[in-house]
């Protein structure tokens, strides 16, 4: 089994920044893909960005690109997501999920590990 362990949410100004870490444990993961979704009140999560572990590619939705950075620490097993010109419409809880490449990525069922979620508000 795998362990997702989130951490760095909390309350900022817009145009501030932010750090999420996950730490993840329980097995190795050079064949994941790690990957930030967030959920924000009344509306259903989404993708936001994803890196493979091992190659180091990422992706990005439209909303982030430009402003959020994803990186991971291969000796730490640690995934981050590095948080800029934050706006309110970022505001959400945040989620640290693996994909083990199985199944269409593109489907939220196919990431079997999730952590438990980091709250992340931006004012005005």
């Known amino acids: 089994q795998v362990q997702l362990v989130e951490s760095g949410g909390g309350l900022v100004q817009a145009g501030g920044s932010l750090r999420l870490s996950c730490a993840a444990s329980?097995?190795?993961?050079?064949?994941?893909?790690m990957g930030w979704f967030r959920q924000a009140p009344g509306k259903e999560r989404e993708f936001v960005a994803t890196?493979?572990?091992?190659?180091?590619?990422?992706t990005y939705a439209d909303s982030v690109k430009g402003r959020f950075t994803i990186s991971r620490d291969g000796a730490k097993h640690t995934v981050y997501l590095q948080m800029n010109s934050l706006k309110p419409e970022d505001t959400a809880v945040y989620y640290c999920?693996?994909?083990?490449?199985?199944?269409?990525?593109?489907?939220?069922?196919?990431?079997?590990?999730w952590g438990q979620g980091t709250q992340v508000t931006v004012s005005s």
């Open positions: 999920a693996a994909y083990p490449k199985v199944g269409n990525i593109a489907q939220m069922t196919s990431w079997k590990y």
């Open positions: 329980g097995r190795t993961f050079g064949t994941y893909a």
């Open positions: 890196i493979d572990w091992s190659g180091g590619s990422t």
